[in-house]
């Protein structure tokens, strides 16, 4: 067979006629085929925007498959999704909601949504716009819609799921039609994914007759090198601990730690905007305690996936020890078969206040109970990294990594206890020992690329941290651009987190103007919130002149309140009533102009 090519038909005369005898049902399943081919070789071209052309056929079901992540985990699981449904021969455009404009949704047929949840449960930033969008007096009737959605959460939360809940009633209000009932994945959410995944390919192929994979943009990755491919979240760097510094005063009721760590040999590379992912191990006197209540040594040989190690080791660093939740008491009272702990798992009110104050140790010291080593080590999740916003910029580090870490503790029953990632951090690795860790991009998080660019930033507690990196990368860049800070912690003498470094800043020119919410040091409370009322006029003026709003902090308290006044700012200023205000706010959300890391 002759194998002469020409760069506008790359294929022979006898491939041609072979092609152009298929029936378009074969050319669009043959398109899927090779391209998946290709994709297993790692020879796919660069992947950004390409367009596969095949036969067009007759009303082609178009699927859309959108992301809303948080970490990443969303964005990986509709990225497979995106690729098993190209490789079925199905046409589908791939998107994260941060770049998708959300009006667009009124005209889409076939979508297929990941989200992820950030604080307590609620729509990842990145996923703001669109459901702002559909929650306001814009949202479109959607009757023509079908759609499925997969929520990505922690059990440990009440609202577990809550962004996908929202999303799947919101979209069935508007009229859409479940292609199928919504599932909710938990933290080990890798096999309930891939179940859905393969769910949905066989849904879609069965609604339509002649698949096809015009305009079909592949997720599978770029060809070019990946700098960070080395070292990710299944394959961490030992990093060293060059510094642990308490930075809250002597008689502050807050343990705020800087931390500082080498990188130098990984080819780690971060942006400020970024976190780094921990992995952690566990306290071993909680280790301890959990074996003695349930009548155990630690010795004993468990599995976990094919690996077969001992008790002890798997409850130090493999299995989650801290987090409680309502499953776990529910699960457990039964095993035990403890009638007091299964009154408490049936009072809905009085399970979650429990759960909340307490961790999954002290379950099993306030209730102790025997078990096997199995049945304990299926009673309990896979471990999961913590991550933390990063306080530095590299221009300003070089191959250091820094983080602003606050050391959760509290009591339970006398003891006490300190936070899983928090106190192995704080108390448990010295310097000069390795930590675990990777980088978890968050581009839902970038100062703006123009440096002459306004920035105001808003942030309580350890949430100054990826502040502290905007400002140095700010400076080492020489940027134009005006930097405004409105921090707030309790005192001033005793929880102003990074003091001198912010008045050097205001020296050198980087700090352009600053709000201090001192809560406590006054008898009426000040909060940063407060701050932002008091400067409405000079706010407004700033997002007139096209200044980027950041936000970083609690989620379930300062975000929201944070958020409240701005939208009080914008009203009053702007003569928008409430509905507006939430149409400028989201608006400057799409632009990219209103990012908030919030947790």
Same mark, same amino acid.
């Given at each position: 067979m002759s194998t002469n090519t020409t760069n506008e038909f790359p294929f022979s005369a006898e491939t041609a006629r072979i092609l152009n005898d298929l029936a378009p049902l074969q050319l669009a399943w043959l398109s899927g085929y090779c391209w998946a081919k290709a994709a297993a070789s790692g020879a796919q071209p660069e992947t950004a925007g390409v367009l596969i052309q095949s036969a067009p056929t007759a009303e082609p079901l178009a699927v859309t498959v959108l992301s809303a992540s948080q970490t990443g985990n969303a964005k990986s699981v509709a990225d497979k999704l995106a690729q098993q449904l190209s490789a079925a021969g199905i046409g589908v455009k791939r998107s994260a909601l941060k770049d998708y404009k959300a009006k667009n949704i009124a005209t889409e047929k076939c979508l297929l949504l990941v989200t992820s949840t950030q604080g307590e449960g609620e729509v990842p930033e990145e996923g703001l716009?669109?459901? $702002?969008? %559909?929650?306001? #007096?814009?949202?479109? *009737?959607?009757?023509?819609?079908?759609?499925?959605?997969?929520?990505?959460?922690?059990?440990?939360?009440?609202?577990?799921?809550?962004?996908?809940?929202?999303?799947?009633?919101?979209?069935?209000?508007?009229?859409? $039609?479940? %292609?199928?009932? #919504?599932?909710?994945? *938990?933290l080990d959410f890798t096999a309930t994914a891939d179940g859905w995944i393969e769910n949905m390919v066989r849904i879609i192929q069965q609604k339509t007759t002649t698949s096809t994979a015009v305009n079909a943009i592949s997720p599978v990755a770029s060809n070019k090198a990946d700098p960070q491919a080395v070292f990710d979240r299944q394959h961490p760097f030992a990093a060293t601990l060059l510094t642990n510094q308490k930075i809250t005063g002597r008689h502050s009721q807050k343990d705020v730690r800087h931390i500082e760590l080498d990188l130098s040999g990984s080819g780690l590379s971060y942006q400020p905007g970024d976190a780094l992912g921990v992995w952690f191990e566990n306290d071993p006197l909680l280790v301890e305690e959990i074996l003695h209540g349930s009548g155990l040594s630690g010795e004993e040989e468990i599995k976990i996936q094919d690996e077969v190690l001992p008790l002890r080791t798997a409850l130090l660093s493999r299995l989650e020890i801290s987090q409680n939740t309502p499953s776990f008491v529910k699960q457990y009272a039964e095993q035990i078969d403890n009638s007091e702990l299964k009154a408490l798992a049936a009072e809905g009110e009085k399970l979650q206040a429990y759960v909340q104050s307490t961790m999954l140790a002290d379950v099993v010291a306030d209730y102790p109970g025997k078990l096997s080593a199995t049945q304990l080590a299926n009673l309990l999740r896979p471990l999961q990294p913590r991550l933390y916003s990063i306080s530095s910029a590299a221009e300003e580090v070089g191959e250091e990594v820094h983080l602003t870490l606050g050391a959760l503790r509290f009591e339970h029953r006398g003891k006490t206890r300190s936070g899983a990632a928090s106190g192995y951090l704080a108390d448990r690795v010295r310097e000069g020992d390795s930590i675990n860790i990777f980088i978890e991009s968050n581009e839902n998080f970038r100062l703006p690329e123009q440096q002459d660019k306004p920035v105001i930033m808003i942030g309580s507690g350890t949430g100054i941290a990826p502040f502290r990196a905007f400002v140095q990368q700010r400076a080492a860049q020489q940027a134009s651009g005006e930097n405004w800070l409105i921090?707030?912690?309790?005192?001033?003498?005793?929880?102003?987190?990074?003091?001198?470094?912010?008045?050097?800043?205001?020296?050198?020119?980087y700090l352009h103007k600053y709000d201090f919410a001192w809560s406590r040091d006054q008898a009426q409370k000040i909060y940063v919130q407060d701050k932002i009322r008091h400067n409405a006029d000079e706010l407004w003026q700033w997002l007139q002149r096209g200044a980027h709003l950041y936000v970083c902090g609690d989620a379930s308290g300062m975000a929201k309140a944070v958020e409240t006044a701005l939208l009080e700012v914008i009203g009053e200023k702007g003569g928008f009533d409430n509905e507006g205000a939430e149409e400028y706010l989201n608006e400057l959300r799409e632009q990219g102009r209103y990012q908030r890391d919030i947790y």
């Open positions: 716009p669109l459901y $702002k969008f %559909l929650q306001g #007096r814009k949202a479109p *009737d959607l009757s023509g819609l079908e759609y499925a959605v997969l929520g990505l959460g922690d059990s440990s939360y009440p609202q577990f799921c809550r962004a996908g809940k929202d999303f799947d009633q919101r979209l069935s209000e508007l009229g859409a $039609k479940a %292609l199928a009932p #919504r599932t909710d994945a *938990d921090f707030g912690n309790p005192h001033f003498t005793q929880d102003f987190l990074y003091q001198l470094e912010w008045q050097q800043f205001v020296k050198e020119g």
